[in-house]
């Protein structure tokens, strides 16, 4: 309950996925990833369908799973949030260019 509360969806907890919003659907994908506490966790534009605001919550949760200890791997299209990782590999074509 702490993880759903932390990303803003305590008040949703009883509805079926069908009544929730796609960017609440993505929030509950996020917190069934790190549930079981993950020492590597992969996140495919996890903030890609959410508004900024919560975007910023997916985000700082990322940031306190990897202060803790824990490994998180994102990709993302958006240059601001791959500024946010302590590394960053820049692909092109399937390559890395920088």
């Known amino acids: ?5 932390k ?3 305590k008040g949703r907890i009883n ?3 069908s009544e929730l919003s796609g960017g609440e659907q993505q929030r509950i994908a996020v917190a069934r990833a790190i549930i079981n ?34 490994t998180v791997i994102m990709d993302t299209h958006d240059s601001a949030l791959a500024k946010e990782g302590t590394r960053t ?3 092109f074509d399937g390559k890395i260019v920088n």
Do not use: W
């Not at 309950?1 to 509360?5: F, R």
């Not at 700082?60 to 824990?70: P, V």
């Open 1 to 5: 309950m702490d993880i759903i509360d």
């Open 7 to 9: 990303i803003g969806l």
């Open 89 to 91: 590999i820049e692909l």
């Open 37 to 70: 506490n993950p020492s590597i966790l992969l996140a495919d534009e996890p903030t890609g369908n959410l508004d900024s605001k919560n975007g910023r919550i997916v985000m700082d949760l990322l940031h306190q799973i990897h202060e803790e200890g824990r």
């Open 15 to 17: 509805h079926f996925p």
